[in-house]
């Protein structure tokens, strides 16, 4: 959100910022839910001008004036009660990370000016290496909110080989699903897979709106993707804790590998990703190739170098 001339945000009041966030997200939440799915009769027929539903509906639902819902979606935020918030969350029908994602912006609407900082690099601690390295069976990796791979283990880095071979360190999954031609191949559901990355980005982008390097990416992936530019302006946001990826590997071919993540409470900037697959199942016959293969394969280890040998991360400097 920080503007072109000052790249850190400190010189500028984003209050604004957060205001367009917050009509536009808002605008897009009314927008998918109809009145007969609020449970509301259909004013106004053939000649309703909206497919969603109306400003004063919403208030209806939500047990609040229309002129507060309104001055609320223009991003006048300051007071709003948590009973309010509820009341908006239910009338819109919004889930948990929807919901987490607009009481952020709402405090954020609340800010006058950032904290002044410098981008930080994001350091592993050693006993979280150690974690990671010990788990030899299962492809493990730390990422960052903003989906750079910090870390990962041996099997890890064999099954993303596809992503490590982007020179940029640290690896980004957003740039590689956006950016990178192989991305549809290694993933087989590549529009689910897209529809996610950037729900993440975008609930990232709310909890942290100063991280400058976060900007950078989604300024990157919305110059050089129309398709990341056309899914960033749809505001979804999701918590995406567990579920399938479907992969095509370039050298063990298709695995079908369940994930788990799991959040790092001394860095909650961070969290692990591990992938398992069924016992007795083709993918995990793939997997055990796939940790033979990688066991013979230098080159592996080759991808991760840069992005290990990454600098410690740097203090924060008062104002």
């Known amino acids: 959100m920080a503007g072109r001339n000052d790249p850190y945000g400190t010189s500028r ?45 919403v208030a209806l639902l ?10 609320l979606e223009r991003g006048n935020a300051t007071g709003v009660s948590e009973s309010v918030i509820d009341g908006i969350a239910q009338a819109l029908q919004l ?25 930080a690099q994001q350091r592993v ?16 990796f730390v990422l960052s909110g903003r989906l750079d791979i910090l ?33 549809t191949e290694f993933f087989r559901d590549w529009d689910e897979v897209a529809g996610d990355t950037v729900a993440m980005l975008r609930a990232e982008a709310g909890r942290d709106p100063y991280d400058r390097r976060l900007t950078d990416l989604i300024g990157e992936l919305s110059t ?49 990703l591990a992938y398992t697959a069924e016992p007795v199942s083709r993918s995990q016959d793939a997997l055990n190739l796939l940790a033979s293969w990688a066991a013979t394969n230098d080159g592996i280890d080759e991808y991760a170098s840069a992005n290990d040998s990454e600098p410690a991360e740097s203090a924060e400097t008062p104002d």
């Open 224 to 272: 050089r993707s129309e398709d990341f530019r056309r899914r960033w302006a749809a505001h979804n946001v999701r918590i995406h804790t567990t579920g399938l990826k479907r992969l095509h590997h370039p050298v063990i071919g298709d695995l079908d590998l369940p994930f788990e993540t799991f959040p790092l409470g001394a860095d909650p900037s961070q969290f692990l």
């Open 13 to 57: 009041d984003l209050r604004g910022d957060f205001r367009a966030e917050i009509r536009e997200f808002l605008g897009t939440r009314r927008a998918r839910v109809t009145p007969e799915q609020a449970g509301l009769p259909m004013y106004g027929g053939d000649r309703r001008r909206v497919t969603g539903l109306r400003r004063e509906e």
């Open 151 to 183: 870390a990962a283990n041996h099997l890890g880095r064999a099954l993303f080989s596809p992503v490590y071979t982007d020179p940029v360190r640290p690896p980004n999954n957003a740039r590689f699903v956006f950016l990178d031609p192989h991305a």
């Open 125 to 140: 601690r050693p006993a979280v290496r150690r974690v990671l390295d010990s788990m030899t069976g299962t492809p493990a």
């Open 95 to 119: 889930d948990e990370a929807e919901r987490i994602h607009l009481l952020d912006l709402l405090r954020g609407a609340g800010t006058t000016r950032p904290p002044r900082r410098r981008p």
């Open 62 to 71: 939500a047990g609040i004036s229309s002129e507060y819902y309104t001055r």
